[in-house]
T-cell receptor, first 114, second 112 residues
Framework: EDQVTQSPEALRLQEGESSSLNCSYT??????LFWYRQDPGKGPEFLFT???AGEEKEKERLKATLTKKESFLHITAPKPEDSATYLC???????????????FGTGTRLTIIP | NAGVTQTPKFQVLKTGQSMTLQCAQD?????MSWYRQDPGMGLRLIHY???????DQGEVPNGYNVSRSTTEDFPLRLLSAAPSQTSVYFC???????????FGSGTRLTVV
């Protein structure tokens, strides 16, 4: 069974204080690992897809990296507007349809204090 | 583009009532899914579709039905609402299987 564990559950940082969020996963045949941002009362917003170990992607103050067992979302010099819950999800390569389901973690609630 | 539109945004049902959550997308995406989000459990897949006329069950399908008669619409039907179906429901669509999904803003459902 596919599993995704995110840590920490919650993280409070001062503005400008860099840190990393962790996503550990077990999946049979990783097809993709996804990062989403979710603001309160809204749907998840797509950030990145990573497909293979060693891959990295960046967007503004965020950088996502991937190994065979985990992914990190690095946030550099965060601002208060980066406050949100960050969700990680994995997609396995088993379905005949080619639309393998996403298995989500429970998220990391990030708060950036001005 | 409106993206993924879900209606209603809020709904209160009595146990045993039925209803349909609406989902429409205007991006010509083939892949559409329904998820529910509960505290401490993450998003869980209910049903999904890879194109008009093709649907399949996800992780938690019991008590829900779907159909996909057009590319744009993917309604979720609750057959006989139960308190355990109190949740926030999200519809999502994607161009391909491995591309990032676009989520709607959700329907908050309470069953009393």
């Amino acid at each position: 069974e596919d599993q995704v564990t995110q840590s920490p559950e919650a993280l409070r940082l001062q503005e400008g204080e860099s840190s990393s969020l962790n996503c550990s996963y077990t999946v049979s045949g990783l097809r993709g690992l996804f990062w989403y941002r979710q603001d309160p009362g809204k749907g998840p917003e797509f950030l990145f897809t990573l497909y293979s170990a060693g891959e990295e992607k960046e967007k503004e103050r965020l950088k996502a990296t991937l190994t065979k067992k985990e992914s990190f979302l690095h946030i550099t010099a965060p601002k208060p507007e980066d406050s949100a819950t960050y969700l990680c999800a994995v997609q396995a390569g088993r379905s005949n349809f080619g639309n393998e389901k996403l298995t989500f973690g429970t998220g990391t609630r990030l708060t950036i204090i001005p | 583009n409106a993206g993924v539109t879900q209606t209603p945004k809020f709904q209160v049902l009595k146990t045993g009532q039925s209803m349909t959550l609406q989902c429409a997308q205007d991006m010509n995406h083939e892949y559409m899914s329904w998820y529910r989000q509960d505290p401490g459990m993450g998003l869980r897949l209910i049903h999904y579709s890879v194109g008009a006329g093709i649907t399949d069950q996800g992780e938690v399908p019991n008590g829900y039905n779907v159909s996909r008669s057009t590319t744009e619409d993917f309604p979720l039907r609750l057959l006989s609402a139960a308190p355990s179906q109190t949740s926030v429901y999200f519809c999502a669509s994607s161009y391909t299987a491995t591309y990032g999904y676009t989520f709607g803003s959700g329907t908050r459902l309470t069953v009393v």
